[in-house]
């Protein structure tokens, strides 16, 4: 089981931190993801973290300006946001698969946060 929370509304310019809560099991066999989707479009990965060693991977439209972590003491994986832009305005996924950012290498997902940038 994976459950987002920290979306909200926030300024250009702002930032914004986001949590995915799941179980000690799922963050030990599984890289997990943050994915973001707006109506009409599929989901598209933004950040990625291995269970192993702990790498990650970004979008290019994010870089500089997200960071993914993990805390193995809470299950959570979180996604700080910074320097947030209109366009980064979406519906918010954490999921668990195999690496990558791609959807079809996710298996299991969250319900969602929603994060609203204002311009």
């Known amino acids: 089981q994976l459950v987002e929370s920290g979306g909200g509304l926030v300024q250009s310019g702002g930032s914004l931190r986001l949590s995915c809560e799941t179980s000690k099991e799922t963050l030990d066999l599984y890289w997990i993801g943050w994915f973001r989707q707006t109506p009409g479009l599929e989901p598209k990965g933004v950040a990625s973290?291995?269970?192993?060693?702990?790498?990650?991977k970004y979008d290019d439209s994010v870089k500089g300006r997200f960071t993914i972590s993990r805390d193995n003491a809470k299950n959570t994986v979180s996604l700080q946001m910074s320097h947030l832009k209109p366009d980064d305005t979406a519906t918010y996924y954490c999921?668990?698969?195999?690496?990558?950012?791609?959807?079809?290498?996710?298996?299991?997902w969250g319900p969602g946060t929603q994060v609203t940038v204002s311009s």
């Open positions: 999921a668990a698969g195999y690496g990558g950012l791609m959807r079809s290498e996710y298996d299991y």
């Open positions: 973290i291995s269970h192993r060693d702990g790498s990650t």
